[in-house]
């Protein structure tokens, strides 16, 4: 998944074609869709929607460029006043849609992935820096748990938050638990071993042939982007002065259509 | 020749004056060795002699001799050690380092360089030999307190030590949880290895015992299984009045969280005065039950009345609050924000009333664990609470403690505070309470 993350996040970062950037978007959100179900991707869409709406309403309402004005405001209203224009918006929307895809390509990594896949993932050479991470990692759940309980159970004891010094009461337990939940899980992982000597696996982390083709159809996506790209037929696009509608090549497109790759993937491990 | 043995063995922890174990003796064969004592009495020191972690983990001042297989324990690291000593922690949640069950057990094995091609059956005759075999595949964080330290178990015997120690295993588990535990241990110890085991509930293990150990102030007494006498049942309460006036109220209630329906349709009231025990299983909605009662859980139908006046309520895991640098800091914080200072109340009457004198001014994350749960207590039930609500008050407690705690409950009963507790410990319930709910499925009857 990180050769296809890389994959989207230079295809959307290189273009300024909206149309290549919106087939990213349109990838990454069935990959994601396919891989961790609809019902988990609904809030973290919904949250990077808000956030691309945000970045496209900030440029409509600022960057008061182009030809085709919908509306105009008093120039006397700081910021906002001067003419409201078709090319602002669309300009906006297309950053909209690369913040979108963006994130949404490195979602994996929250949404798919545990984060022990990940460390099993890690070099050989890397295992025991891997073993540590695995065990913090095991920790980070019950951080969480114990700022909820430790928060609670002052409020009873009649604390209440009063600026952020008095936070002092809530995080010092919380760090004090989590500093001596470390020690205790360092002292257990002393206790089996660890530290003696070269490590052998279990089961080293092996690659199966649908991993496989969704590295290779990335670094194909990847490929023929760039050479698009260089031999120009992936063609820039630009909103202002004029609105045009983007130009659409077939090659670039078909590196786009890779990237769709990890849809099927995820369908043939299920 | 013994197994494992620990002769005239000195030792106090890093800027502690007072040492932890005092001349201890001791000499393990096979069987199982029980290991007694109050809470801070030295139990979890000795353990940790076995495998070298006291002293190449903590640190400290040693003299005298600890021998375990052969080996000068001073002189052989943990990580050495840890091949012949297998270890079970306390706290089921802090000894996991992967998130798959076959892989925590491996853990051991890969750091020992074992072959990989050996390692799968080691696992798997671990897992049976700990009788968890049925959890081969499942993810850690899908077990129960009791399936991990099975779990924990298996990773100690995968390394097939000589030596198994387990170190209050059961303290953190509900009754089921600690039962499936020390059946496995028994098992553990009928295949023919040694086992040394601390435990504060002495008697499911003492007739599969071979030897007991007694840790008391840093001293080891040994003395034979058979003439250990269980401790007296405590005192049930006086017979008590009615109840009286209402002092909080659930009608019709239902609650949950993540979008998950805990309790339906609960109807409760306690008075002032009295004590009601909540009982049933894991999962059943007690915990619930009483963070609706406390206000920290708002129910999605129904009413919640409470007479005005502080709530008490002390979580499961209540020592993760303390931070004050003394324990009479931390019930002197309690005083000071719920008005208990104002009305000329001190914190020695509660640390005295909970044995805990004579620690108030140590700071309380130094305590043992069984201390620091009853500084806890100390320092949320103080201040006089109209309404007191306690989730397993007694998890990892003695029994001396466990009897203070019910002393505590009941001056807080005659001082006209309703109570409600949460509990698997039949002993406190006996003790303290006037009436006793089950909470199962979401239902209280």
């Not at chain 1, 990838?27 to 609809?38: H, K, R």
């Not at chain 2, 013994?2 to 922890?13: D, G, P, Q, R």
């Not at chain 2, 109807?267 to 039950?289: D, F, I, S, W, Y």
Request: glycine share 8%.
């Amino acid at each position: 998944m990180a050769a296809w993350s890389a994959a989207c996040l230079v295809v959307v970062l290189m273009t300024t074609n909206p149309a290549y950037k919106a087939m990213v978007l349109a990838a990454a959100l069935s990959s994601l869709a396919a891989g961790a179900g609809l019902r988990r991707l609904k809030t973290p869409v919904i949250a990077i929607a808000l956030v691309a709406a945000f970045a496209a309403m900030l440029n409509f309402a600022s960057a008061h460029l182009g030809d085709t004005i919908i509306f105009s405001l008093p120039s006397v209203i700081p910021g906002l006043g001067g003419p409201w224009t078709l090319e602002a918006l669309a300009y906006g929307l297309a950053g909209g849609i690369t913040i979108g895809a963006a994130i949404l390509a490195a979602a994996p990594f929250s949404l798919i992935l545990s984060a022990h896949d990940v460390v099993d993932a890690l070099p050989r050479a890397l295992s025991r820096t891997g073993a540590a991470i695995a065990a913090s990692l095991n920790l980070v759940p019950s951080i969480g748990a114990t700022f909820v309980q430790v928060s609670e159970a002052q409020r009873m004891r009649g604390w209440r938050p009063r600026g952020p010094r008095s936070w002092a009461e809530v995080v010092v337990p919380v760090v004090l638990t989590s500093v001596e939940g470390s020690l205790q899980l360092a002292e257990s992982m002393e206790a089996r071993g660890f530290g003696s000597g070269p490590r052998t696996f279990l089961a080293p982390s092996h690659m199966r042939p649908a991993d496989w083709a969704v590295v290779a159809s990335s670094a194909v996506a990847l490929g023929l982007f760039i050479a698009s790209t260089v031999a120009g037929w992936a063609a820039p696009w630009a909103a202002y002065p004029t609105l045009t509608l983007p130009a659409v090549d077939p090659t670039p497109l078909l590196a786009c259509l890779f990237l769709f790759a990890p849809v099927v993937a995820w369908r043939l491990r299920r | 020749m013994a197994l494992a043995s620990i002769a005239h063995l000195t030792y106090a922890y890093p800027d502690s004056p007072a040492p932890a174990l005092a001349g201890a003796n001791l000499s393990i064969d096979g069987g199982i060795t029980l290991v007694a004592g109050p809470s801070g009495g030295g139990k979890s020191t000795l353990l940790r002699v076995f495998n070298g972690l006291v002293p190449h983990f903590h640190g400290g001042r040693i003299s005298g001799c600890a021998e375990v297989s052969g080996m000068q324990v001073i002189a052989t690291p943990t990580r050495r050690l840890a091949r012949h000593v297998g270890f079970v922690f306390q706290d089921p949640e802090l000894q996991t380092v992967y998130a798959t069950v076959e892989r925590e057990v491996a853990f051991g094995l890969e750091n020992a360089a074992v072959p990989a091609a050996q390692i799968p059956a080691r696992v798997h005759d671990a897992l049976a030999e700990a009788g968890a075999q049925h959890l081969a595949g499942r993810a850690m964080r899908t077990l129960s307190g009791g399936e991990r330290q099975r779990v924990a178990l298996a990773s100690a015997l995968a390394m097939q030590p000589e030596l198994v120690v387990l170190d209050e295993p059961t303290s953190q588990l509900d009754p089921d949880g600690a039962d499936l535990v020390l059946d496995a241990v028994r098992r553990v110890a009928a295949a023919g290895r040694a086992v040394v085991i601390s435990e504060h509930r002495l008697q499911p293990l003492m007739e599969a015992a071979t030897s007991l150990a007694t840790v008391e102030a840093g001293r080891v007494t040994t003395s034979s299984p058979s003439a250990w006498q269980p401790p007296p049942a405590p005192a049930r309460p006086q017979p008590h009045a009615a109840a009286g006036d209402e002092v909080a109220a659930l009608t019709r209630v239902a609650a949950g969280f993540d979008g998950r329906t805990v309790l339906e349709n609960v109807e409760l009231t306690v008075g002032r005065g009295e004590v009601v025990a909540l009982m049933g299983p894991n999962g059943g909605g007690k915990t619930t039950l009483l963070r609706v009662l406390a206000g920290l859980l708002r129910p999605s139908s129904g009413s919640v009345t409470r007479r005005p006046g502080r709530v008490a309520y002390l979580p499961q895991n209540p020592a993760a609050l303390l931070h004050r640098p003394s324990v009479r800091d931390e019930v002197s914080f309690t005083l000071d924000h719920a008005g208990g200072t104002r009305r000329g109340e001190t914190p020695d009457r509660m640390l005295e009333a909970l044995g805990l004198l004579h620690v108030a001014g140590r700071y309380p994350r130094d305590l043992s664990s069984g201390e620091r749960q009853r500084a806890a207590a100390a320092a949320v039930l103080a201040g006089s609470p109209a309404l007191a609500l306690l989730d397993e008050p007694t998890r990892g407690m003695d029994a001396s403690a466990r009897d203070s705690l019910a002393r505590v409950i009941e001056d807080l009963r005659w001082r006209g505070a309703a109570i409600v507790v949460a509990t698997h410990d039949a002993d406190l319930r006996a003790a303290v309470a006037d009436r006793t709910l089950t909470v199962r499925d979401g239902a209280v009857r």
